[in-house]
């Protein structure tokens, strides 16, 4: 019991440390991360309006649950349960992939949560994209039972629960694990490269008779952004190669490029990143967590069980990879590569950040800080590592993350499996006595090199309050057109939101689409966006041109957003001509007669796209419910 519950406190514990300043009241508005008390379903938020679908079925999800819950209250339940989860699921990756006891889980579950990856995309707002984060060890614990064979015989069940699994049929058996492996990609996908992740670590895991299912399944959980791609054609253009360079890893102090993905860290922002990895500390700290891995890499590769042999080394081989190839990235080639691809292919612009894609080393660290930790304490009382074949206590066994593997199977080394060195069970009390030693020291070593994690990312992580003028506002915007704003550009800096540039909220808070050009600036550049016919508004409005000139382009409403910088331009002579229908010293309101319904979306291109993202909820609660059924049926 205790083994089950241990790593998911554990977990929720340290997400609870990470965030705790943002569970407060208010909402998440920190650079890209926006939450509001309650989003829309328009043509925008399901994909269908000018910029790509960066934040699909995302704002679908925020537009259906905000209804009937606070949207502010679910996008903070999302980051708790994401990071708990992705320490849980390093937890039993870690025990299904070595068979550790429970002390290297809880250091596995340390590596994937408390680490600069993590710091500098909750940094970075990017909440959403912890969540395909999250789903990269459950997917890979999936993936390997669905390759052992789900219809054989799980470890640690009694006679009776054995019974039972012979006595299912042949489809129940199997069924389940495709089942969680719909919900976990469906979970990943609330962004485009969520998604990516998870399908990743899916099509490398479950073996070569079973790609074809995890690719149609993976298709069905990508539909809300591949058919919004497909239906409106936004973001299946060439996108801008400045943004390659833009977008590129970037060196930390004393650590290089590839030093610092190596250590989890290198995000393009560097003012996206804690104050510990802005100094020469960042070395001290990629050292530690380097050595705390490089501590399991021996043991994670040796021949061990040959039913995880595979997963373990193929872990290994994509940490590497997707290490190196954003470093490689980064140089002065690789950014020509780059924008040569982005220039000619559709959508390699969902690739342009390459550091996020470092997400797919998180399995393999956490797997080799686990064998380290028992490696050490092995070493200590035996002078000889104990490599990934060793047992855990029956007690720290659940049926979720066990391979299936038949009861033989577990008593007897299989064909190919390394020998025992030595007898196991004469060293074994010893070895698991030292390990929550050596779990210690590695978990403390990670948590003191990476301090400004805690409580929000040293406070930067904290809830805001929204004027009550954008519920007036919002109160007010219903009926035809769309909304212009001012000053020009999607970021803002209010009072109210930090020193920090945030993302326009009004998007997400109006009823009606919000016109964005999609153009980011980036590094001193600037990047240009997907949002053209935005950017002949927000020229129209900067050069003072007449009202009916922006009806004629589907503007229904222009909204000023005071208490911020930016560009106006001429724009008071357009709005001279017009009345405020709202105005206080936050926001001002106006509404633009006359305005043509040029750009909404078809009634069977808002039914598909819905449909999707139908198909999308339903495959996550179908692999919640198998999750509960499987979780039952392994007690």
């Given at each position: ?44 938020a ?28 679910v996008?903070?339940a ?9 320490g ?5 990756l ?30 970075q ?10 789903a990269l ?7 390997q ?26 489809w ?26 998870a ?22 959980s ?6 919004a791609?497909?239906l ?31 250590g ?56 590497a ?17 780059g ?36 490696a ?29 593997e ?6 007897a ?17 010893n ?6 030693l ?6 403390a ?22 004027p ?12 035809p ?22 993302l326009?909220?009004a ?9 964005q ?13 997907e ?6 508004v ?9 009202p ?28 001279s ?5 709202y105005?206080?010293a ?50």
């Open positions: 019991m205790w083994a089950r519950i241990v790593p998911v406190a554990y977990s929720l514990a340290l997400a609870l440390i990470v965030v705790g300043p943002l569970l407060g009241p208010g909402y998440l508005l920190l650079r890209d991360g926006v939450s509001t008390p309650r989003s829309y379903a328009t043509d925008a399901l994909g269908l309006g000018d910029a790509a679908p960066r934040a699909v079925p995302q704002d679908g999800l925020l537009a259906a649950l905000s209804v009937v819950v606070d949207g502010g209250i996008v903070k999302i980051l708790v349960l994401a990071l708990t989860a992705a849980w699921g390093a937890a039993r870690a025990h299904s992939l070595l068979r550790v006891s429970l002390a290297p889980q809880l250091v596995a579950a340390t590596v994937a949560i408390w680490n600069p990856y993590v710091a500098e995309r909750l940094l707002g990017h909440w959403s994209l912890l969540a395909g984060y999250a060890p459950w997917t890979v614990v999936l993936g039972r669905i390759r052992a064979g789900a219809d054989r015989e799980p470890r640690g069940d009694t006679s009776e629960q054995a019974l039972g699994s012979r006595t299912r049929p042949g129940a058996r199997t069924a389940g694990p495709w089942l969680m492996l719909g919900g976990l990609f469906a979970a990943a996908g609330l962004t485009p490269t969520g998604s990516l992740l399908g990743v670590a899916a099509i490398l895991t479950v073996g070569r008779r079973n790609v074809v299912g995890a690719v149609a399944l993976w298709l069905v990508a539909g809300p952004w591949l058919v791609t497909a409106s054609g936004s973001g299946a253009e060439p996108s801008d190669p400045a943004g390659v360079a833009a977008f590129a890893a970037r060196a930390e102090p004393g650590l290089g490029t590839l030093g610092s993905l190596a989890l860290g290198g995000i393009w922002n560097g003012a996206a990143v804690p104050g510990s990895r802005t100094t020469l500390f960042a070395v001290l700290s990629t050292l530690v967590l380097l050595a705390v891995v490089l501590s399991g890499v021996r043991a994670v590769a040796a021949p061990g069980e040959r039913s995880t042999r595979y997963s373990r080394r193929m872990l290994l081989v994509l940490a990879i997707c290490i190196l190839l954003p470093a490689l990235g980064a140089t002065g080639w690789g950014l020509s590569i924008e040569s691809l982005i220039e000619r292919i559709p959508g390699a612009g969902l690739l342009r950040d390459t550091q996020k894609y470092v997400a797919l080393a998180m399995p393999a660290y956490a797997l080799c800080a686990a064998a380290g930790c028992r050490l304490a092995s070493f200590r009382h035996r002078g000889t590592p104990e490599f990934a074949r060793q047992p855990a206590p029956h007690t720290d066994t659940v049926h979720t993350d066990a391979p299936a038949s009861a033989a199977a577990l008593t080394p299989a064909a190919g499996d390394e020998p025992s060195r030595i007898d196991s069970t004469a060293s074994r009390p070895t698991l006595a030292a390990q929550p050596i779990a210690v020291l590695f978990i070593a990670l948590i003191l090199t990476l301090p400004d994690l805690a409580w929000g990312v040293g406070g930067a992580l904290r809830p805001v309050h929204y009550p003028a954008w519920q007036r506002v919002a109160a007010v915007v219903d009926g057109g769309d909304v212009a704003v001012l000053p020009a550009g999607m970021f803002r800096v209010f009072p109210y939101s930090g020193r920090v540039p945030v326009d909220p998007p997400r808070m109006l009823r009606s689409d919000v016109l050009t999609g153009v980011l600036p980036v590094r001193g550049q600037v990047v240009a966006g949002g053209a016919r935005a950017q002949r927000e020229n129209l409005l900067l050069r003072g041109a007449d009916a000139d922006l009806a004629a382009q589907g503007v229904g409403w222009i909204l000023v957003e005071h208490r911020t910088p930016g560009a106006v331009g001429d724009a008071r002579t357009t709005l001509r017009l009345q405020p229908v105005s206080d936050d926001l001002t309101l106006y509404r633009v007669p006359g305005a043509r319904d040029v750009a909404r979306a078809t009634a069977t291109d808002r039914a598909v796209a819905v449909a999707a993202h139908l198909l999308w909820a339903a495959l996550l609660l179908t692999g919640l419910a198998a999750a509960l059924v499987d979780r039952r049926r392994g007690r």
